[in-house]
């Protein structure tokens, strides 16, 4: 394979989808558009086709051992590397009435969103890791967000949200550890927050659309080698 290959978690709606869509049309770029559901990635698949923009997929589960191996082992057999992984797959249980407070919000809500959110991205990109090491590049993007902030914690611009916010410092943290842990290396790891969106998860009145959000994914997902930003 000629081409870079770009692999983007839960990419068949919303912000994932956008950022497949965009990256897919840089001639250097192959794009993976993954999702859990197999209807539902082919049938994003499609709709890209249908504007002459073409992807690969394939499913993927974050949450699941058992699909992010048979994942590795695809995209190992059918392209042997892998050059740009976006964590973009995530949950947001916001809207549920426990989750404006740490009184009420439960255990098992917890439970759900940090594994999708923290516990999956560490899986997948340990299970990548050793083909972005066997060429020494890699460029990772995690989408956050910027409720994560430790200095908007108390205020009261959003709202509680202890579940997802909890969630994503723990991305921020995770990112900053990967990144620690590949310093020298030409594989570079980066978080950032797309703002608030316009899709299943950020609703219609979110003054961002997915396509604005992606942007500064695709600008990480490219990033030259001296572009190391946290
Ligand atoms: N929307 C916003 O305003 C906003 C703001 C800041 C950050 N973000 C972040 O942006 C990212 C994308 O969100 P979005 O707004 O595009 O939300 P979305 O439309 O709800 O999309 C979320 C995507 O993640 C996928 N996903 C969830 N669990 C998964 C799993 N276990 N394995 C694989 N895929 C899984 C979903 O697939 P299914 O359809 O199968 O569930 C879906 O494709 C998230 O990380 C979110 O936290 C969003």
Redesign the pocket.
Known sequence: MAQKVAVI??????????IARQLAQEEDIRVVL????EQ?GLAAQQRLSSENIQVDFHP?????DV?VQQFTTWVQQTYGRVDVLV??????PTMQPEEASLLTVQMETMLITL???VL?VARITQALMPLMKAQNYGRIV??????ACLTSMGGDYYPLAPS?RL??VG?NGLTALWAKELQGSNILVNAY???????????SN?P?T?DE?AETAVYLATLPEVGLIL
């Not at 993927?60 to 699941?64: H, I, M, Q």
């Not at 995690?142 to 409720?147: A, G």
């Not at 927050?193 to 609703?203: E, V």
């Open positions: 978690t839960g990419s068949h709606k919303g912000l994932g989808y956008a993954t999702s859990r559901r539902d993927l589960d974050v949450t699941s699909s964590n973009n797959a995530g949950i947001n594994t999708t959110n999956a995690n989408v956050s967000t910027e409720m997802y969630s994503k991305l927050s797309p703002g608030w969106m316009q899709t299943d998860m950020g609703g979110a961002f997915a959000g």
